[in-house]
Nanobody, 128 residues
Framework: QVELVESGGGLVQPGGSLRLSCAAS????????IAWFRQAPGREREKISC????????YYADSVKGRFAISRDNARNTMYLQMNSLTPDDTAVYYC?????????????????????WGQGTEVTVSS
């Protein structure tokens, strides 16, 4: 069966850093578009970063651009989200995601209209 197991969340002070991990089994992440989402209390789920399967195109939401970095370790079949310069606005449950790519005429990298697999979520709290 397919599993995406997240780890690395926790409590961090403003200005600090945190690295989230998402270890996959049952699929090979290199064969999928991979992404990170987050959902803060009282807010809608937000797509914050993505590596597209087709050409490696990167996506970062404006809210995290320049502070967060998505990466993948193919040998470990694990994806990561490095988070720097954290602020209280980054407090949320973070979810990793993987989506198989089926090209179509109007395909756009990292649009992620659907997601095949989700991680269980890991909580990040940025507070003094």
């Amino acid at each position: 069966q397919v599993e995406l197991v997240e780890s690395g969340g926790g409590l961090v002070q403003p200005g600090g850093s945190l690295r989230l991990s998402c270890a996959a089994s049952g699929i090979t992440l290199n064969d999928y578009t991979i992404a990170w989402f987050r959902q803060a209390p009282g807010r809608e789920r937000e797509k914050i970063s993505c590596i597209d399967r087709t050409d490696g195109s990167l996506y970062y939401a404006d809210s995290v651009k320049g502070r967060f970095a998505i990466s993948r370790d193919n040998a470990r079949n694990t994806m990561y989200l490095q988070m720097n310069s954290l602020t209280p606005d980054d407090t949320a449950v973070y979810y990793c995601a993987a989506d198989a790519v089926y090209l179509y005429t109007d395909y756009k990298p990292c649009r992620l209209l659907t997601v095949d697999y989700w991680g269980q979520g890991t909580e990040v709290t940025v507070s003094s």
